[in-house]
């Protein structure tokens, strides 16, 4: 036997095999930056749809305020997807082909476009210029806003990480929601009260369906929600649950109250950002620990009919030769 190496192949621990005692799956390697990104790339998605139905309803204070968010969510977002790739030039990169089936490769032209037609319509809206242009940019971003707020689900549920795969039908809503909930909070907190009331019922309604989606996915995800209860992804979900439930009865039951609605709308956004770091430090979890790829292998594996069941033994058929 070489030396220094484990005396079996194959360690048990909690009655659960893994090579080495390693995890069977590998960490995701994204560092802070991505949860900032689900969060400001989901607030500026929401915040253009906000934006178009303001400006169709006259509305141009909220208007503004939510193209002003969206904006800024825009400059954001590539800033940090270049940080957490190390060389700008990945982005780039990502740009020079059109993959449809990457989530990652269509996320980047979504993001791109986004931030173009965002940035001529509110060029166009402060400076008064090109107003058709601007109008017309404007809806496109609007058009683009709710792709950017949820691809990112997509692109996590896309990976081998079960508590994101095993989400995949939850996520995308789930995002949605909470991007809903932290642009209405924009609105809500940077518009007069008398002008923000569509985005008080975005943020109320947006924060209603998280709460509910959330609990829906651990429902469904059974043990494989653990990771949501415990460390890191437990405090974060714990935080994010606390802020955004304050957040939306401090705004639904304030009224027109600015201070209600400032504080209602600061819960609510801290609510947002905190789901996403559940969401991301959850699947770290969730990779580190090998019982929850296993058992949920051989959970799947057991509900298929014999016929479909693919089995492999190792040296076990050489015994009787």
């Known amino acids: 036997m070489t030396a220094g190496r484990p005396e079996r192949a194959v360690s048990r621990e909690d009655g659960h095999r893994s ?7 590998k ?25 178009l139905a303001a400006s169709l309803a006259g509305n141009r204070r909220l208007e503004r305020t ?34 449809p089936t990457s989530p990652m490769n269509l996320g980047t032209w979504i993001l791109s476009g986004f931030g173009a037609t965002t940035g001529l319509a509110a060029v166009s809206d402060l400076l008064g210029v090109f107003p058709r242009l601007g109008r017309a940019a404007g809806a496109a971003a609007a058009l683009l806003g709710p792709p ?33 909930a932290s642009a209405g909070a924009v609105g809500t907190i940077f518009t007069p009260p008398e002008a923000a009331g569509p985005a008080r019922r975005l943020l109320v309604g947006g924060a209603v369906l998280e709460l509910a989606v959330s609990e829906t996915m ?58 996403r770091w559940a969401v991301f430090k959850a699947g770290f979890q969730s990779a580190r ?5 296993v058992d949920h292998q051989r959970e799947r594996l057991r509900r298929r009919p014999p016929e479909e069941r693919r089995t492999e033994t190792f040296a076990r058929g050489d015994r009787g030769r």
């Open 218 to 275: 651990k429902r469904r995800l059974g043990t494989l929600a653990e990771p949501y209860g415990k460390e890191e992804a437990g405090r974060y979900e714990r935080l994010a649950t606390g802020l955004t439930a304050a957040g939306a009865t401090l705004a639904a039951l304030g009224g027109r109250s600015r201070l209600a609605a400032a504080l209602g709308g600061a819960l609510v956004l801290g609510g947002a950002a905190a789901k």
């Open 66 to 99: 939510a193209r002003l968010a969206a904006l800024a969510g825009a400059a954001a977002s590539p800033a940090l997807l270049i940080s957490d790739l190390g060389r700008p030039e990945r982005f780039y990169n990502m740009l020079r082909v059109f993959k």
């Open 27 to 51: 960490q995701p390697v994204w560092t802070w930056e991505i949860p900032w990104y689900f969060f400001a790339g989901g607030t500026a998605g929401a915040s253009a749809p906000l934006a």
């Open 289 to 293: 620990d090998p019982r929850y790829t």
């Open 19 to 25: 090579y080495y005692g390693r995890p069977v799956l």
């Open 148 to 180: 950017l707020a949820t691809y990112t689900a997509v692109l996590v549920a896309d990976t081998s990480v079960p508590v994101w795969h095993e989400a995949r039908r939850e996520l995308p809503l789930l995002f949605a929601a909470s991007s809903a």
